[in-house]
């Protein structure tokens, strides 16, 4: 089966990650003929272990699950407008307090099936090397894009790569965790279930300047391009742990590792440290170290993160690994309908277009669908997450464009009077903005309450 590009009801979508994967579905469901472009496993990333579609190759976590707060109201617009990988986010998850976290590897088999099973989708497994001449195209092809494809998309819009480097965390088997040491708790006893969650490593203040001094001394990985040597462009919300310990001998202290609202059942008080660690699924085999990405050697990364009490033993599934991610210059480049301005038959979605997260990608997969799938493309209304983003990838800042999650600082501000008198609760402005936000996009849907 084959389909034609030149026909009004066929779109190609380069990329089966998270926001090809929702791209290609949304489109099908709407009645398109969409080929499906995956490389792998004829090629491969230095990030990507399999060939399944949506793998996650950094964390397993699509972030909170707590109502009111701007993930939270990223992930409930996309369940509103019926998005497959959100279903499958629930249908996959493994407890982890108010994240949703997903067994990545169901969760990935589970998008492959899906996607596999609708006759309207095509999937071709081999390298695109250019973005094709004719039809509406949906560009999804990651930050880790292939070099030959990159270098068409640097043609196509005329300007040079972007780049910052990303890293993922270690995971560790869960039989060679010491839980003698290492205890089960969540953070403040926040959890869906009420059960604890995570496994809590603590660290005295002797243990945790070891660990420091150890960190700083240990031997990275050289980065993939000599150039970008000694100014590497890190993703400041993603920052490798020896990077962060470089930034100060405290600066873990209040990131990574933070011992707020966790009792060490031995002592009944917080560690002066903590380490903790998240279910990689639903077994419970495994754990990845929380926000301990890094770009130490394999054996540095073994020994010194051994030094952690309750890790003296562990044996590592996977190490933590840096890589370059690719993405284009949004605002100088698409609209806020994610169309290229140079030829809107091409819309982008995911990490090529700038945004930085899981859902975030997710979230411009299915917008760049509906995009795709009308003859005048609307805008998602600027008050919504997902509008706030399309809004973002369009309008920041072109000479300083940087990848961004959703925060509440890419939403508008209330009307003054609101803010006025919401100035001192900052709960109950929260909720009046994700209240406004999800008015804005069930009208955006034509929902009739």
């Given at each position: ?265 031995r002592t009944g008080r917080w560690a ?152 001192k609760d900052k709960k109950a402005k ?20």
């Amino acid at each position: 089966m084959s389909f034609n590009f030149n026909n009004d009801r066929a779109v190609a979508v380069i990329g089966a990650g998270l926001a090809g994967s929702e791209a290609a579905w949304q489109l099908a469901r709407q009645g398109f003929n969409v080929t499906l472009y995956e490389m792998r496993p004829a090629a491969t990333t230095a990030a990507h272990k399999t060939s399944d579609m949506a793998e996650l190759v950094c964390s397993n976590s699509l972030k909170s699950e707590s109502a009111n707060t701007a993930p939270w109201l990223l992930k409930e617009e996309l369940r509103r407008g019926g998005s497959l990988l959100l279903e499958i986010a629930a249908q996959t998850r493994v407890p982890a307090g108010h994240a949703l976290t997903v067994d990545r590897v169901e969760f990935a088999r589970e998008v492959s099936r899906r996607i596999g099973e609708v006759p309207n989708i095509q999937v071709i497994r081999e390298e695109l090397k250019a973005v094709p001449t004719e039809g509406k195209v949906v560009v999804a092809s990651g930050p880790l894009t292939s070099d030959a494809l990159a270098a068409d998309i640097a043609r196509l819009t005329g300007s040079t790569r972007l780049y910052f480097y990303d890293s993922i965390s270690p995971i560790v088997d869960a039989d060679s965790i010491n839980t003698s040491i290492a205890f089960a708790a969540s953070r403040w006893g926040k959890s869906i279930d009420g059960t604890d969650d995570y496994l809590n490593c603590p660290l005295n203040k002797e243990e945790y300047d070891r660990f420091v001094d150890a960190l700083l001394a240990g031997d990275s990985v050289p980065f993939h391009i000599a150039e970008d040597n000694p100014n590497t462009p890190f993703f400041e919300a993603c920052l490798p742990v020896e990077e962060l310990a470089r930034r100060g001998r405290e600066t873990l202290r209040f990131g990574p590792m933070k011992p707020t609202g966790l009792d060490d059942p031995r002592t009944g008080r917080w560690a002066y440290a903590i380490v903790q660690l998240r279910k990689e699924n639903c077994r419970s085999d495994s754990y990845n170290l929380v926000g301990f990405q890094n770009h130490l050697r394999f054996g540095e990364q073994q020994r010194i993160f051994r030094l952690i009490p309750g890790l003296e033993n562990a044996e590592f599934l996977r190490y933590g690994q840096i890589h370059r991610n690719t993405y284009i210059n949004g605002p100088e480049l698409l609209n806020n309908t994610l169309q290229l301005k140079s030829d809107p038959r091409i819309f982008f979605a995911g990490q090529i277009s700038g945004v930085e997260g899981y859902v975030e990608s997710i979230a411009t997969g299915f917008a760049a669908a509906q995009f795709a799938a009308a003859d005048n493309p609307r805008p998602y209304p600027r008050e919504t997450a997902i509008g706030s983003l399309c809004a973002y990838i369009a309008g920041a800042d072109p000479n300083h464009y940087q990848p961004a999650n959703i925060t509440f600082d890419l939403l508008p501000k209330l009307d003054e009077e609101t803010g006025r008198k919401l100035r001192k609760d900052k709960k109950a402005k929260h909720a009046e903005v994700c209240r406004r936000a999800l008015e804005k996009y069930d009208e955006y849907l034509g929902v009739t309450v």
